[in-house]
């Protein structure tokens, strides 16, 4: 019994022995295999970038990148992508061309579908480069849709940017619902993305999102309006007076960036008696910043019965409203309360170093 027992282990260890052997085998084989190609791309790389640059030049000698593809095509794909941050306008159009004519367009497109997930996200992040160029875009645009559905991020993500090539209001509505629904990092890319698109989302896109009261939509709305910090021509009322502070108070810091009207002042006014001191003390800010006279009074009632970062803002924002906010700092600088007092009076030093006198 013991002698079998010994023998089976015996011949446990030796397959053991094999199988270690066979991957240890396997892996310098790889190894070596990857050796000689990072020698060879190492070598053919400089010689693709100095034709990629000759045929951006102007040079319309194609023939040689069949070659290059045709020996090295994984080099060559790359060589050509190493350019996207650097050229634009017809550079870009040309090199954009040369990947329909050498059949690399075609296989990204195939790579889509991919199971692999590292392909997948390598594919559509080629098409986001190419699809700058509308050939490109014809091919390829059936794709992006179902890029943006993509379980991955990075997959949608690409996607998006792909289909923003287009400029097209539908497209660009489309990548703008993608960011109020997706993963806060790809909202934030996504904002930056959707920047110079915000004309046309304000429009009827951006309205019918504020417009809605659903909080899941409308809040990431107005942080990617926060993110873009740029005038924007829309009617922040609905959200202004939302029931949610966390939407009111979003809403108060685009003020400044948004057509100011009676609306937006009453707002403001209003929200300076907000429960929340974060809200409050927002609304003194913009007070300041838009001259809203008619928050006068409320701005006073804040310095005296508010806490003290807010009573500061609201101290900060009458010192922008002369001569009714001078003049109520003044009295509120010779009130029994010194805390009152201090506050008026660090505002009024503050906008007379500022101006030259009050």
Not at 3 to 22: N, P
Not at 221 to 244: F, G, M, N, T
Not at 344 to 354: S, T, Y
Request: hydrophobic content about 45%; overall charge neutral.
């Amino acid at each position: 019994m013991i002698r079998i027992e010994l023998s089976v282990t015996a011949v446990l260890l030796s397959g053991y022995v094999l199988w270690v052997f066979g991957m240890f085998a396997v892996a310098m084989v790889r190894s070596r295999a990857q050796r000689r190609r990072d020698a060879r791309s190492k070598a053919v790389v400089p010689v693709i970038r100095e034709a990629l640059v000759d045929y951006i030049a102007g040079n319309d000698d194609r023939g040689r990148f069949s070659r290059f593809v045709k020996e090295s095509r994984r080099d060559t794909e790359n060589a050509i992508l190493g350019f996207q941050d650097t050229v634009a306008g017809e550079a870009r159009d040309r090199l954009c061309e040369l990947t329909m004519e050498q059949a690399l367009l075609h296989e990204w497109c195939q790579e889509t579908a991919s199971r692999d997930l590292m392909k997948r996200r390598a594919a559509f992040e080629n098409l986001a480069f190419v699809c700058a160029y509308e050939p490109c875009r014809s091919l390829a645009g059936d794709l992006l849709p179902a890029g943006m559905k993509d379980p991955d991020s990075q997959v949608r993500f690409s996607a998006a940017l792909a289909s923003l090539q287009t400029g097209e209001s539908r497209h660009v509505e489309t990548v703008f619902q993608l960011a109020l629904s997706d993963d806060l990092l790809t909202r934030v890319l996504l904002a930056d993305e959707l920047r110079r698109h915000a004309p046309q989302l304000c429009k009827r896109a951006i309205p019918e999102v504020l417009a809605s009261g659903d909080p899941d939509r409308v809040v990431p709305a107005l942080d990617v309006l926060i993110a873009w910090q740029r005038a924007l021509p829309l009617d922040l009322k609905s959200v202004l007076v939302s029931e949610r502070r966390d939407i009111r108070e979003r809403a108060l810091r685009l003020t400044p960036m948004a057509p100011q009207t009676a609306d937006t002042d009453a707002a403001i006014v209003a929200a300076l008696g907000d429960p929340d001191p974060e809200v409050a003390l927002i609304a003194a800010q913009c007070a300041g910043r838009l001259h809203v006279e008619a928050a006068v009074p409320a701005l006073s009632h804040a310095v005296t019965h508010g806490g003290r970062e807010l009573a500061r803002s609201a101290a900060a924002a009458l010192a922008k409203l002369p001569p009714r906010g001078w003049a109520t700092l003044r009295e509120l600088a010779e009130s029994s309360n010194q805390a009152v007092a201090g506050v008026a009076a660090e505002a009024l030093a503050r906008e007379f170093d500022q101006t030259g006198g009050v």
